[in-house]
C-alpha cells in the first residue's frame, strides 16, 4: 500500500488545516490508519488514529482540536485541525497497518502554525 499525503501548508495561529491521506488501493483490509508527527528536534510523536470500526484514540495535546475520520469507499483518512497552535509545527505523516500486521507509512506533509 502507498500512502499519500497532502494537505499541510501555512496558517495563522487559531487556523484550520485539513490533511488527507489516500491509500493505493483499498483500505478494507487495512485495521488501523493514523497520523504521527514530528517536529524539529523532537521524537515523532502518536497525534490520532482510528480502526477499522471507527474507534479513534488522540494524542492528550490534539483532544479537542483534532478530528480523525476515514473514508473507505475513497480509500483515504483525514485529520482536521483546528485551534492550530504554534507548538503544532511539524511533518504529519499517515500510516496503515493492515490486517496482517504490516505498517506502511506515507511522506509527510510540513504544517507550519505562525504565530
Known amino acids: 500500500v502507498q500512502l499519500q499525503a497532502s494537505g499541510g501548508g501555512l496558517v495563522q495561529a487559531g487556523g484550520s488545516l485539513r490533511l488527507s491521506c489516500a491509500a493505493s488501493r483499498n483500505i478494507f483490509t487495512i485495521n488501523t490508519m493514523g497520523w504521527y508527527r514530528q517536529a524539529p528536534g523532537e521524537q515523532r510523536e502518536m497525534v490520532a488514529v482510528?480502526?477499522?470500526?471507527?474507534?479513534?484514540n488522540y494524542a492528550n495535546s490534539v483532544k479537542g482540536r483534532f478530528t480523525i475520520s476515514r473514508d473507505n469507499a475513497k480509500n483515504t483518512v483525514y485529520l482536521q485541525m483546528s485551534s492550530l497552535k504554534p507548538e503544532d509545527t511539524a511533518v504529519y505523516s499517515c500510516t496503515a497497518q493492515d490486517v496482517f500486521g504490516t505498517e506502511f507509512w506515507g511522506q509527510g506533509t510540513l504544517v507550519t502554525v505562525s504565530s
Open positions: 482510528i480502526t477499522d470500526t471507527g474507534t479513534t
